[in-house]
């Protein structure tokens, strides 16, 4: 099963692009589940998320919809706290849980999370916080890119994440790897120039051409033959950009 979205839904300069003019903030993310069965959760990352966001997510979503949920960022960028916080977090998606609705976890690491013991350590501290959830692990270090670090994922039960990102020196390269039920790959663009420098919106602000998503149907049929279950991401958010691509994705996937 393959599920195309983007990252985030809930964008101001989407409204024209892809919102109809007048659309209420609580109304977007039913407006979206209308064109999409899936999405991440991103506001997680950036405080500690309360039940009611996810029971809101969960009642404005058909039974069918799924999500991803990226950990708070005091489990990733700052590895400050620890089980009791996790126990918090696994309170908070609770409504996901209960309706099916959870596909995993995405647990995005900075680029200084760099591959050593000491980290190592925490990956399986984090999967024995979180118990059977499945939880996905996003890289920005190539220095993680070894045949035993993909040992140690699938050993752990945990799912590595695929990116698309410039080929900048020191990233991860476009590595297709599947290490547990779920496989994902995240579209964050391709612009090089603005990657370091200004602002998250300028990182991620590119649109994929026709010829660079085909490049990517073969590798996400293999990654699906694979896994029981397939996610795909644009993070290009930009004035709707990743919308545009995740479009034309989902209808490249339907006439293979």
Sequence with gaps: MIYVGTSGYSYKDWIGPFYPEGIKDSEMLEYYSLHFSFTEVNSSFYHMPRLQLFESL???????????????????????IGEMEAKQ????????????????????????????NENIDYLRK???WFEDLEINVEFRNNGWIKTEVMQLLREEGLGFVCVDEPRIRGLVKNVIAVTSRVSYLR??????????????????????????????????????????????????????????????????????
Excluded at 58 to 80: I, M, W
């Design 187 to 256: 579209m964050h663009g391709r612009n090089a120039s603005k990657w370091y420098g200004g602002d998250g919106s300028d990182r991620y602000n590119y649109l994929y051409s026709t010829e660079e998503l085909t490049e990517w149907v073969p590798r996400i049929k293999k990654m699906d033959s694979i896994s029981i279950i397939t996610v795909i991401a644009f993070n290009n958010h930009p004035i709707g950009k990743a919308v545009a691509n995740a479009k034309t994705l989902m209808a490249m996937l339907s006439d293979k």
């Design 126 to 128: 984090l999967k024995d």
């Design 58 to 80: 969960s009642r404005k979503t058909p039974d069918d919809f799924k999500f991803a949920v990226k950990l708070f960022g005091g489990f990733t960028h700052e590895r400050n």
């Design 89 to 116: 977090f696994i309170y908070a998606i609770r409504p996901l849980l209960e309706s099916g609705k959870l596909i995993c976890l995405l647990a995005q690491f900075p680029y200084s999370f760099h591959c050593n």
